[in-house]
């Protein structure tokens, strides 16, 4: 397949993307600006709806409302189709309309929406696009139907409407519920089917169609792509050691799994590990729990899922591309390698780059918070990672938050759904080229 080719002026599919989900985000507060929004009949504070508009295209969960005491159908209709927008993604979602409307996708569109999956090459990318599309159909239908027919939740007000709010929100890794009273998940702690069907559409929205179709098609771990072998080998090893730490720090916690039967808690832990990633869904008082477990969960979020996905975070591809680079350097090894394959030298200065913007940005964030809100740090930094990974995991302190820590959460939403490094490259004018080499001069290290 040809490689995708970049444009000296890095702006052009930067820019489309950016401002595709800025025009979502606004079109998404004018909808819950009007009264018909809410359940009261009554406007909702600009902030307040910018807030919900940005977190529900940037796929987030952070709420300043409650999502079903706040807003009526219609609203909640407005925040379901912008999870799903923002979710699959503003260029696939514009690709799919000019495919339906039989307009010819051109070499500029297809670098886009290559860019906005994460991939280095574009051919079959319509294809691609079709078969996203249906997956993302039989995952929302399946998941929906197994909703409201199997599980408790088909027994609860509205069961129809909440099936199909809740598989979408937990397939494109979003975290808003209609449960109520900001309760998200905590009713079904002893609800195995709810929770482990949730952890399977937010592992299946989290690891990518890519990584799902490598998956498909092979069906044979040796003939994985390096990219596929790095996502599902460190999601288990994240998986598994989330589980083990959350059942070593909150098993005994009274206020958090202390009353639940040990099945429930490993069930809980297993749940709360999975969530943590990407998804923002909890069933546990995150306020209640202590603050190494804490700690722990933001470096989770920090990570986040695959690229490509609905996930938010540096990337589990990043990641595990700086860790083997650790290792290889700890093995005395002089090209970075994985599973017998050696990685590009481009691309690790690509997840270094994503890797220190992003550590950046959230320092940043929680630099300014300290200086208008008035909350212990942890939980200032928890807030930001929570937002820059677009997980939505809160202690309870967004709806608390001033107007302005609202709009510093509102960018480093924006920013976190976007990618440091993409939302950077729009912002840069021209793509220097030289023909020519620097002298190489050593440095000290260590």
Known sequence: ??????????????????????????????????????????????????????????????????????????GQAVILALIQLGGFGFMTTATMFLLMFGRRIGLRERLMVGESLGMER??????????????????????????YFCTSIGTLEMPAWKSIFHTISAFNNAGFDLFGSFSSLSGFQKDPPVLLLTSALIFLGGISFLVVIDLLRTRNW????????????????????????????????????????????VLNAFFQSVTARTAGFNTI????????????????????????????????????????????????????????????????HRALAVAVLSLGLVSTAVFFLTLTDDFRFIDLLFESVSAFGTVGLSNGLTPALSTVGRLIIIVVMFFGRLGPLTVTLALVQRQKVTGFRYPKETVRIG
């Open 122 to 147: 574009f051919g079959g990318l319509v294809r691609i696009v079709w078969q996203m599309a249906i997956f993302t159909l039989i995952a929302e239908v399946a998941g929906a139907a197994i909703f």
């Open 285 to 348: 008082n995150m306020a209640a729990i202590g603050d190494y477990a804490l700690f722990f969960t933001m470096l989770l979020m920090f990570v986040g899922g695959a690229s490509g996905s609905t996930a938010g975070g540096i990337k589990v591809n990043n990641f595990s591309v700086l860790l083997s680079t650790v290792w290889s350097s700890l093995r005395g090894r002089e090209h970075p390698l994985a599973f017998g394959r050696e990685f590009n030298v481009q691309q690790i």
């Open 1 to 74: 397949m040809p490689s995708v080719p970049r444009f000296k002026n890095a702006t052009s599919s930067s820019l489309v993307l950016l401002y595709g989900f800025a025009a979502l985000i606004a079109i998404g507060t004018a909808l819950l600006l009007l009264p018909v929004a809410t359940r009261t009949g009554e406007s909702t504070r600009f902030i307040d709806a910018f807030f919900t508009a940005t977190s529900a295209v940037c796929v987030t969960g952070l709420v300043v409302v409650d999502t079903a005491g706040h807003w009526s159908l219609f």
């Open 222 to 265: 040796s003939h994985l792509s390096l990219d596929s072998k790095l996502v599902l080998s460190s999601t288990g090893l994240l998986l598994a050691l989330g589980t083990v730490v959350f059942l070593l720090t909150e098993y005994s916690n009274p206020d958090a799994m202390g009353p639940l039967s040990p099945a429930e808690r």
